[in-house]
């Protein structure tokens, strides 16, 4: 027999029993899926086997890790689905490009055609095989054999993958007759993924699922056609590179032309911004650009470089910030849990930015304030602006897109741009790279070197971050007149080099270190980039360094 300690009590089982019966005992305490255990610390898959005394925590579909683990075990299930109906060589044609809200949108690869009909069989046999509850298993095999098996089912991106792993051991998911390799942690049947959905949308299907927030809900697919087009225009710049997947990244490392590619990339960035800038020039009567989005999607550098190539159609950009116009911080809204809310717009004096820009737009003298973070108090130094015929102001800020913010200017006075660093390349076909990933990279190199923040710091604010993202940016992304997308094919083989060292400044123990060693994990798959190869201007400078912009 073998003790559990489980909040203090403690419960005795036989050897060797599964975790997944000692949660299924305690299931009834939670509202929630449990969907993993914490083993004196460690994270366990359900489908492990107890083999010693031990401290025991659930997690279920509600924390972060727990609904990345029911996301992945419904991709799994969904292609094992399309293997079912319409055989192994479709399945290893399907590809995990991106998340549409709650859906994940897959692409078909290869000559791979499957119609509204189809895809519905596909659905329908996701559903038998959740009444199966087919267990999923993992096995570590030999990397050389891990290898042949993928090449032998066709998939020749896990092969280019694992190419540059180092480990000598490949663990390998089995669910029946199909195998295949997913990034982090799985459920232990398939019993367990009870609400999705799954249609066609556009040239692919949509794999909706629950939310984090409410993930016993199967919640309304909502699209989003300005943000769906703009992924799949930087997946073609992917295409057009060579680079779909990490194994193709360090494949073109190795053969030493990454320095071409980066230069091709950020060439394509800079025509977006050029195509960006001559919208505006040519729209009559704008003297507004409203930028926003979500955290370390690179704002400040894009600004610098639209202003730019404002200027080579005649127009004088000025920056404005909409951090200026907080209100005093003893002023500042308070959340939930007593803490000051930055995020919210009432953080922000509206009335009075609306007052100063229609002042301005009406051709008056305006004293524009900044905001002194240090005191926590706005400022004004005296100086004044006045909007000639040609100048315009560059606004950025988190509610640049919230009609609440800028409520008294004419629509024609405005334009809006949308900003994020939205990741298409993918681990491989079946594991797609979440954009929140790439920009909490992307925080915690540059916290690090401008404000010296821990990594720990910059991950325990995270989930806070991402609240006042879903609810002050995302709804509002739609309304943009453009979007654009700051994310590079290359820059986490370069951010990586900075990242690794502060990662593993997290100690075991701390509530960081399982995401932490998340992130490294999953930093192991790239070769490294170093950032000398980097353009001055390049938006990844914004959180490496040598930006030639005040950033």
């Not at 304030?369 to 004044?384: A, C, I, L, V």
């Not at 006075?413 to 992307?442: C, F, G, M, Q, W």
């Amino acid at each position: 027999m073998v003790t559990i300690r489980i909040d203090g009590k403690e419960y005795y089982y036989e050897d060797g029993i599964k975790y997944e019966v000692v949660a299924e005992e305690h299931q009834n305490d939670y509202v929630d899926q449990i969907a993993l255990v914490t083993v004196n610390g460690k994270i366990r898959e359900l489908m492990k086997r107890v083999d010693r005394d031990c401290d025991l925590t659930f997690i279920t579909c509600r924390d972060a890790i727990g609904h990345k683990t029911y996301v992945r075990t419904a991709i799994m299930l969904m292609m094992k689905a399309v293997k079912d109906v319409a055989g192994l060589e479709a399945a290893a044609n399907v590809k995990v490009e991106f998340a549409i809200g709650a859906g994940y949108y897959c692409a078909f690869r290869g000559g791979l055609k499957m119609d509204a009909a189809m895809i519905e069989k596909v659905k329908d046999r996701m559903g038998e095989l959740v009444d199966m509850d087919l267990l999923v298993t993992k096995k570590a095999y030999p990397a050389e054999e891990a290898v042949a098996l993928f090449a032998e089912n066709g998939m020749k991106d896990k092969v280019s993958l694992f190419r540059y792993r180092r480990s000598s051991n490949i663990n390998v998911y089995c669910m029946g007759d199909y195998y295949d390799y997913y990034y982090g942690y799985m459920m232990p049947s398939t019993g367990y993924v009870r609400h999705f959905d799954l249609f066609a949308y556009e040239e692919g299907m949509i794999l909706l699922l629950p939310e984090q927030e409410d993930p016993e809900t199967l919640p309304e697919f909502k699209p989003r056609k300005k943000l769906f087009q703009t992924l799949l225009a930087t997946g073609a710049w992917g295409e057009e590179l060579g680079i779909d997947t990490v194994g193709d990244l360090n494949d073109q490392i190795c053969r030493g032309s990454i320095s071409d590619m980066i230069l091709v990339q950020e060439a394509l960035q800079e025509r977006r911004i050029g195509e960006i800038a001559r919208d505006i020039a040519r729209r009559e009567g704008v003297k507004f650009v409203m930028i926003a989005g979500p955290s370390s999607s690179g704002k400040t550098t894009f600004s610098h470089r639209l202003a730019i190539q404002l200027r080579t159609y005649g127009l004088k950009p000025h920056p404005i910030g909409l951090d200026n116009y907080y209100v005093n911080h003893e002023n500042t809204p308070r959340d939930e849990e007593g803490n000051p809310d930055f995020e919210c717009l009432e953080a922000l004096d509206v009335e009075q930015f609306n007052k100063d820009m229609t002042a301005l737009l009406a051709g008056e003298e305006v004293a524009l304030p900044t905001f002194n973070f240090k005191t926590g108090k706005r400022e004004y130094s005296g100086k004044k602006t006045r909007l000639g015929e040609d100048d315009i102001l560059v606004i950025e800020g988190i509610h640049g897109l919230n009609e609440k913010m800028s409520y008294t200017l004419p629509a024609e006075s405005k334009y809006k741009i949308y900003i994020s660093a939205l990741t298409t390349l993918n681990v491989d076909e079946h594991n797609r790279i979440p954009t929140t990933d790439n920009r909490l990279l992307r925080r915690i190199v540059r916290d690090a070197r401008t404000r010296g923040a821990t990594a720990a710091r910059t991950i325990s604010m995270w989930s806070s971050v991402r609240r006042g993202e879903e609810k002050y940016i995302f709804p509002f992304q739609e309304e943009a007149d453009a979007m654009f997308n700051s994310a590079l094919l290359y820059e986490l083989a370069v951010l990586k080099q900075y990242a690794e060292p502060l990662l593993f400044g997290i100690e075991k123990g701390a509530p960081e270190y399982h995401e932490a060693k998340r992130l490294l994990k999953f930093l192991e798959y790239f070769l490294g980039v170093s950032s000398e190869e980097l353009p001055k201007n390049s938006l990844c400078r914004e959180f490496v360094g040598g930006s030639c912009f005040e950033v």
